[in-house]
DNA sequence: CAATGATGGTTGGTACTACCAATCATGTCA
DNA sequence: TGACATGATTGGTAGTACCAACCATCATTG
């Protein structure tokens, strides 16, 4: 790592603030902090349990139980108890939860075309390429699997 | 912009949730939120009028007047009189302001690494040149050098 | 040059995000 | 069956962000 980099987080970091004013606007039209759009994005594809769902997103339970009221509310989330475990609390998605995260997923795809379309074909899946190992973090070391030998 | 392009999206998404992630991590730290730490970045080679700045970022007036309030009240930021216009503020940096900001800048260097380092050198370049047209947007017309003719 | 309106900032009120500490219910284990 | 651990919620505090109302200064214009 030298400072040679420093072009190169740059971007990185001008790129996340980008995408960031985009969804924080897209959710600001639809009354969704984007922490709740992290949430709806999280459990698209799966029901999660409170605590599962906080160490996931870095937050306190206690941060999660407001969250997950509010978007309860708005009959976005709900809850149910686990069948195994009584403590638990399981969240997920309702369908109208699942109608918004689709809308806003195009919104989002809308709001980046301008930006890509500055690159051609060939360089968009380059840009792709070249991201992926940066946010696919190396398993860790008893996950990985066996060298072969 | 066809659907192929869901895998830069994704990409993009990832990287600045890694980025937002890093920075929220290490603006926690010091105290500080994403948003007082975009002010730091702002501020850093110039000094800017209170609405100037929440333009720039995007924020409510009322909402600058307290982020300033309580970084002035930690020494980062300071207000002065505009020579030229007695309704403006201007806002700068003192040199706790400078000093936390190179600290910042420095650890956020180091978050990012392991992930840079995943590419190398030359991929890096290829990276930072590819997201280059990305975050920075087309001149408005009326400000685009007259072509030639 | 005084009245009017526009501009720049702050203040007050509300809602949400996020944390911590305390609490309550349920599970687990000695 | 206690005692302890775990999962979630509640209450309290600080910060972020908005809007509306306000005060001061500047700019116009009658």
Redo the contacts with the bound molecule.
């Keep these: 790592m030298t400072s040679d980099d420093d072009a190169l987080i740059d971007g990185l970091v001008r790129s996340a603030f980008q995408v960031m004013g985009a969804l924080?606007r897209i959710g600001?039209e639809h009354?969704?902090?984007?922490?709740?759009l992290r949430v709806l994005g999280i459990l698209r594809d799966r029901r999660a349990?409170?605590?599962?769902?906080?160490a996931h997103?870095?937050?306190?339970?206690?941060?999660?139980?407001?969250?997950?009221?509010?978007?309860e509310?708005r009959g976005l989330l709900a809850?149910g108890r686990?069948p195994?475990?009584?403590?638990?609390?399981?969240?997920f998605m309702t369908p109208a939860g699942h109608e918004l995260a689709e809308r806003v997923e195009e919104q989002l795809r809308r709001a980046l075309a301008p930006a890509i379309e500055r690159l051609d074909r060939g360089r968009r899946d380059d840009l792709a390429g070249l991201l992926e190992p940066l946010v696919t973090p190396p398993l860790p070391v008893e996950a990985r699997p066996a060298p072969r030998r």
């Excluded at 349990?49 to 906080?54: D, G, K, P, Q, S």
């Excluded at 997103?57 to 978007?71: E, H, I, N």
């Design positions: 924080t600001a009354d969704l902090s984007l922490t709740q349990r409170m605590t599962e769902l906080a997103l870095g937050l306190d339970k206690s941060t999660l139980s407001g969250l997950v009221d509010r978007a509310r809850r686990n195994g475990d009584g403590r638990v609390v399981d969240v």
